[in-house]
């Protein structure tokens, strides 16, 4: 079955950096994006950006901009995503999620990041 | 404040049917697909509708959506205590060139 595991909770001190992995298996890794979604306590979901693993291409929130690198390995079917400078603001529950918004919509989700600064 | 409006909370009665709006542009939901998630507290996430009415095949037919211009819908019926969650609604926009979701409906059983 499709499964996307992530790495585990992370707590940083403000300025730091974090970078969260998601392992995918089950399907080929090349055929769907990897978006990443977060969560803070109590609050909606954010999307925060995507990675095509077929051509590389990334996409991200304005906000987010210049603080957020998502990257992947396809030999591991792994995706990547790092978040520079952190705040408070950045304490939340962060998700890889497969899927595409026009196609079939977030399918397969990770079971969840915790990162507290 | 969400691009994509959703009313912060619904209710109604085991048995009786209930419906989420999530209200948008032409920018999303009026040229994009719209999408809904499931989440009780604690857990993940999960997908309950894509392309606006499709379900994936293990979600039960009590759950509904569709599109009309500028918003959509999710509809519960045959409402029961385990629909107790939030949810939340979701699409691309073309203008912001962003994902979008809702800002969430918690769904209450009285």
């Known amino acids: 079955q499709v499964q996307l595991v992530q790495s585990g909770a992370e707590v940083k001190k403000p300025g730091a950096s974090v970078k969260v992995s998601c392992k995918t298996s089950?399907?080929?890794?090349?055929?769907?994006?990897i978006n990443w979604v977060r969560q803070a306590t109590g609050q909606g979901l954010e999307w925060m950006g995507y990675i095509n693993p077929n051509t590389g291409k990334t996409n991200h929130i304005q906000r987010l901009q210049g603080r957020i690198t998502m990257t992947m390995d396809t030999s591991i079917s792994t995706a990547y995503m790092e978040l520079n400078s952190l705040t408070s603001e950045d304490t939340a529950e962060y998700y890889c999620?497969?899927?595409?918004?026009?196609?079939?919509?977030?399918?397969?989700w990770g079971q969840g990041t915790t990162v507290t600064v | 404040q969400s691009v994509l409006t959703q009313p912060p909370s619904v209710s109604a009665a085991p048995g009786q049917k209930v419906t989420i709006s999530c209200s948008g542009s032409s920018s999303n939901i009026g040229n994009n697909y719209v999408s809904w998630y499931q989440q009780f507290p604690g857990s993940v996430p999960k997908l309950l509708i894509y392309?606006?009415?499709k379900r994936p095949s293990q979600i039960p037919d009590r759950f509904s959506g569709s599109k009309s211009d500028t918003s959509a819908t999710l509809a519960i019926t045959g409402l029961q205590t385990g629909d107790e969650a939030d949810y939340y609604c979701?699409?691309?926009?073309?203008?912001?060139?962003?994902?979008?979701f809702g800002g969430g409906t918690k769904v209450t059983v009285l």
């Open positions: 979701g699409a691309w926009d073309r203008s912001l060139n962003v994902g979008l």
């Open positions: 089950g399907y080929t890794f090349t055929i769907s994006d």
């Open positions: 392309q606006n009415d």
């Open positions: 999620v497969r899927g595409r918004w026009n196609s079939y919509g977030m399918d397969v």
